[in-house]
Nanobody
Framework: QVQLVESGGGLVQAGGSLRLSCAAS????????MGWYRQAPGKQRELVAT???????NYADDAKGRFTISRDNTKNTVYLQMNSLKTEDAAVYYC?????????WGQGTRVTVSS
């Protein structure tokens, strides 16, 4: 089992920045892809960005140029630096980790963006 603990969410004004963190613990061997997804009220959960163990990165179109995903394999932690936040970025952000064929989700951290 892998446990995920997210942090870094909060309230920010439009145009501001936040940095999310997600630390994995437990049976952490062979964790491959780590990523961030988000879910706004009344909407489906959607991809924000993913990063493989080798550093291959994929961004949703809306995240490109504003968000940066990174990971520290020594700490089993993935980060999401979010800049130039918009009100439409407000959502609960979830960390997702893939290990072999298993998928683990964090509990989510809320990001609120005020206009």
């Amino acid at each position: 089992q892998v446990q995920l603990v997210e942090s870094g969410g909060g309230l920010v004004q439009a145009g501001g920045s936040l940095r999310l963190s997600c630390a994995a613990s437990g049976y952490i061997f062979s964790i491959n892809t780590m990523g961030w997804y988000r879910q706004a009220p009344g909407k489906q959960r959607e991809l924000v960005a993913t990063i493989t163990r080798d550093g291959n990165i994929n961004y949703a179109d809306d995240a490109k140029g504003r968000f940066t995903i990174s990971r520290d394999n020594t700490k089993n932690t993935v980060y999401l630096q979010m800049n130039s936040l918009k009100t439409e970025d407000a959502a609960v952000y979830y960390c997702k980790v893939t290990q072999y064929v298993n998928v683990y989700w964090g509990q989510g951290t809320r990001v609120t963006v005020s206009s």
